[in-house]
Structure formats: C-alpha cells, structure tokens
C-alpha cells in the first residue's frame, strides 16, 4: 500500500495507551502536578498578566480555544498557526506543528517567552516575578529543594508534568478494541475500511493516530499539501491559504521541508474545529474533503464523508474532571507594576 509515494506497512489504530511517557529527569509526584496546574492556570506568567496557557489551551472544554488564531498579550494574533490541544499532548513525540520542540518541558518554555503570545521578554524576568510570590517560593521549595528552587527548568518541568494528566481514553473505539463490537456504529465500521483501502494509516497510523511509532524527541512529519495541483485540491488551496505557512522548513531551513508539519492525532479530532494548521476550515467534513484531494487525489462521496467523520466521531475520549486551582497571593501588595517597563524592553528584543 502506497500513500505519497512512501511504502507504508504501519498498524492501524490500537488501544489507547496505559501509561504516558515520563522522562527519567522529571518524574511526575502529587506535588509537582499541583505546582504545574497552577502555573497552567495563572496569567501572571505573561507580560500583561492576563495571558496563561488555559487561555490558548483551555482544559476546561476541547484543550484549544477554538479559535483559527489565538489571541496573545496585547491583544496581538498568533499567526500563522492554530493552537493545537493539550489533551494527549503527553504522546506527541515532538511539539508545535513544526516540531521545533522535542518534549512537553521545551514546548511550555516557547510560548512564555514568545512576544506574541505571553510576551515575557526573558527567562529571568520569568523568575524574577515567581519569586515575589510567597506562596510559590514555597511550594517551588517542596517541590525541587532549597537550593535554587525557582529556574525556568523548573518552571517548565512543572507545567509539563501537569500536562501529562491531561489524557483521554476509553473512547467507544477504544471498546471496540477491547471487543465490545457495539461500542461504535455501523458507519464507524464503514469508515475503518474506507480509511484503510485509501491508506491513510501512512500518515496516521499507531493508538495515537499520528506516528507509527517514533520515538519521543523524533517527530513524524508529512507534507500538505501533496497535490496542491490537482485540480480540486487547487480550489481548497486557494480558499483556504494552504501553502502560505511553510511548515518545517522555518525550523530546518531544508527546502525539502517546505510545506511539511507533524502529522496530528486523530484523538477527539471531532471537538477539535477549526482545522488545519491555519485553522481555516470550520468542519470536520470539509477537512474530510480536503484531505481525500489534497493528499489522495481523491473525491469522495457524501456516504463515504458521513463514514468517515462517523468513525472519528468515535475516537472522543473521557476528558479527565478538571477544577481551578487556587494561586498563591501577594498580600497587602501587587507585583504587576513594571508591566509598561517590561513591554519597552520586550518591544526592543523583538527588533533586534
């Protein structure tokens, strides 16, 4: 079976994961996922501080914003990508669309310090407003020890471990899996052999629905469009700006990787609109359409787009109960107000 020109003999599907990956330099404890959760959640890790990563990455619903941009300090749009969830982010082999980041603790540094999204000019500066808060010095304490509790390691190590908890399985394929043959519909069924016979287990093979295996820091990268030519696909193209982003190669600088982006789980795809890494398409049947043409040279049928969205409606899991978490106070004071400061020094490292 062939897909792109790349030979392809890959597992499709599986059951979801027991376990998520954890790096043996940051294990996960109680204390330091009730560290990374509040962190998550407090805004005061952005310039303005009213910017968190639940603000992009809302747990509380989908793990995205379900916006096609997201909105970062300043009010300043985050172009060119649309924030992806952070459910299940625990099994990414590498982060961002590009891949850029080859774990979850490199992801959590990048938007901190990103002047659109949170805006934070530096990682010091980072630190230096996390210590002037009591009730972090504290548990950063219990945390990571008395000697230099509070780095930006730490910082990152904390909120990835947070992140680690945010998984969802036992969807009704999952069941299936498991032999329960009533857990998903006749067009469900209908759908696995559609996705099969055209092969998109290439790109979207393993549990995750997005690497055949890779391991983790090794991303798994296709490029799309494949046919950008191809007539039906041209039109999508053209009304969904699916060329503009140039994907990888603003990593590698490879021309060869032009245009290529790590493959995304099928995991919840249904909950995860808008679509693409623009965030251009409003529905899951439209990306269904696109997809078939633009990577498969194929038109598919209304029957065969109902099948299709059927079965990935099936891949929604159980999303873990999520409360929000109480952040530590600064009383009888505030450490907000080197704000204006901080945007002049963070407006002269974005020239440079």
């Given at each position: 079976?062939?897909?792109?020109?790349?030979?392809?003999?890959?597992?499709?599907g599986?059951?979801?994961?027991?376990?998520?990956?954890?790096?043996?330099?940051?294990?996960?404890?109680?204390a330091?996922?009730?560290?990374?959760?509040?962190?998550?959640?407090?805004?005061?890790?952005?310039?303005?501080?009213?910017?968190?990563?639940?603000?992009?990455?809302?747990?509380?619903?989908?793990?995205?914003?379900?916006?096609?941009?997201?909105?970062?300090?300043?009010?300043?749009?985050?172009?060119?990508?649309?924030?992806?969830?952070?459910?299940n982010?625990?099994?990414?082999?590498?982060?961002?669309?590009?891949?850029?980041?080859?774990?979850?603790?490199?992801?959590?540094?990048?938007?901190?310090?990103?002047?659109?999204?949170?805006?934070?000019?530096?990682?010091?500066?980072?630190?230096?407003?996390?210590?002037?808060?009591?009730?972090?010095?504290?548990?950063?304490?219990?945390?990571?020890?008395?000697?230099?509790?509070?780095?930006?390691?730490?910082?990152?190590?904390?909120?990835?471990t947070?992140?680690?908890?945010?998984?969802?399985?036992?969807?009704?394929?999952?069941?299936?899996?498991?032999?329960?043959?009533?857990?998903?519909?006749?067009?469900?069924?209908?759908?696995?052999?559609?996705?099969?016979?055209?092969?998109?287990?290439?790109?979207?093979?393993?549990?995750?629905?997005?690497?055949?295996?890779?391991?983790?820091?090794?991303?798994?990268?296709?490029?799309?469009?494949?046919?950008?030519?191809?007539?039906?696909?041209?039109?999508?193209?053209?009304?969904?700006?699916?060329?503009?982003?140039?994907?990888?190669?603003?990593?590698?600088?490879?021309?060869?990787?032009?245009?290529?982006?790590?493959?995304?789980?099928?995991r919840?795809?249904?909950?995860?609109?808008?679509?693409?890494?623009?965030?251009?398409?409003?529905?899951?049947?439209?990306?269904?359409?696109?997809?078939?043409?633009?990577?498969?040279?194929?038109?598919?049928?209304?029957?065969?787009?109902?099948?299709?969205?059927?079965?990935?409606d099936?891949?929604?899991?159980?999303?873990?109960?999520?409360?929000?978490?109480?952040?530590?106070?600064?009383?009888?004071?505030?450490?907000?107000?080197?704000?204006?400061?901080?945007?002049?020094?963070?407006?002269?490292?974005e020239?440079?």
């Amino acid at each position: 079976m062939g897909f792109g020109g790349i030979a392809v003999a890959f597992a499709f599907g599986g059951e979801f994961p027991s376990k998520v990956p954890v790096p043996a330099d940051n294990p996960m404890t109680p204390a330091k996922i009730s560290l990374g959760k509040q962190l998550f959640f407090d805004p005061r890790l952005s310039l303005t501080g009213d910017v968190s990563c639940q603000t992009c990455h809302d747990v509380m619903s989908n793990g995205s914003d379900s916006l096609p941009l997201a909105f970062g300090v300043l009010g300043r749009v985050d172009t060119p990508r649309h924030p992806p969830s952070v459910f299940n982010a625990a099994f990414n082999t590498v982060q961002f669309w590009d891949g850029r980041a080859n774990s979850l603790e490199a992801q959590a540094k990048g938007p901190i310090l990103n002047p659109v999204e949170m805006g934070m000019p530096n990682a010091a500066d980072v630190v230096k407003r996390l210590q002037e808060i009591p009730g972090y010095r504290d548990e950063f304490r219990k945390v990571f020890g008395d000697k230099d509790p509070i780095t930006f390691d730490h910082i990152a190590q904390a909120i990835a471990t947070y992140e680690r908890t945010l998984v969802t399985p036992d969807s009704p394929y999952d069941r299936y899996v498991k032999g329960d043959k009533t857990a998903i519909s006749s067009n469900a069924k209908a759908g696995i052999n559609i996705i099969r016979s055209f092969g998109c287990e290439a790109c979207h093979a393993g549990p995750m629905f997005d690497n055949p295996g890779t391991p983790m820091g090794t991303g798994w990268f296709q490029k799309f469009p494949v046919q950008p030519h191809n007539p039906v696909c041209a039109k999508y193209v053209q009304k969904y700006h699916l060329m503009d982003d140039p994907g990888r190669f603003d990593v590698t600088h490879n021309p060869a990787d032009k245009h290529f982006f790590k493959v995304p789980s099928w995991r919840n795809v249904a909950l995860q609109a808008p679509y693409f890494q623009n965030g251009s398409v409003r529905t899951l049947q439209t990306a269904v359409r696109v997809m078939a043409a633009c990577q498969l040279g194929q038109t598919l049928t209304d029957k065969q787009v109902t099948d299709i969205v059927s079965f990935l409606d099936s891949l929604t899991g159980k999303f873990p109960k999520e409360t929000m978490p109480q952040l530590p106070e600064t009383p009888n004071t505030t450490i907000m107000m080197d704000v204006s400061q901080l945007q002049k020094t963070a407006e002269k490292t974005e020239k440079k």
